[in-house]
Every structure is written in structure tokens, then in C-alpha cells.
């Protein structure tokens, strides 16, 4: 683990304390950062969130939804533009 990571944005979070360090120049945190960078440290990469099942699938359906609201298609008509057969049972 390195001392400090990336974020999506321009700040780094120094590991240590969880402290933010603002894309200022000025911000002595900052520049303890860029020196550390110049001799040789690496940041750990930004952290990403691992995608939750249940979550995604909560979103597909969601999208879904929307879609048969905004377009007045029934789902047989979707699974039909999506090549599925669809039977009476």
C-alpha cells in the first residue's frame, strides 16, 4: 500500500489519516505529495466499488420500466425486436 491514492478527481487521499489533499499548489500537503512523487513514489490507483448483483440488477430493471413507459411498446413487442419467440402458453 502506497502513501497515498488517487481519486476520479484531482485530489489525493493521503492513507495514513484519510485526509483529502486539494489540487492546490499552494497546500503544503500538496507539495509533500509532489516531492514524494519526484522521488519516486507511486500512488495506489483510484479505489472503485465492486458492482453489487443484486444492484445492477435492480438497474436493468429499472431501465426496463422506463423504457416500455416512454415508448407505449408492450414486452412482447421488446422481446420480438430482440429476436425471442414469443408463444401463448
Not at 6 to 11: D, K, Q
Not at 17 to 33: G, L
Amino acid at each position: 500500500m502506497a502513501l497515498y491514492r488517487l481519486t476520479a478527481g484531482t485530489a489525493i487521499v493521503r492513507e495514513s489519516d484519510n485526509a483529502v489533499i486539494p489540487n492546490d499548489p499552494a497546500n503544503a500537503d500538496r507539495q509533500a505529495y509532489l516531492a514524494w512523487l519526484a522521488a519516486g513514489g507511486v500512488p495506489d490507483p483510484v479505489a472503485v466499488a465492486p458492482i453489487n448483483g443484486a444492484v445492477q440488477l435492480a438497474a436493468i430493471r429499472a431501465f426496463r420500466v422506463k423504457k416500455l413507459a416512454t415508448t407505449g411498446q408492450t414486452l412482447d413487442a421488446l422481446a420480438l425486436q430482440a429476436g425471442f419467440t414469443v408463444t401463448d402458453t
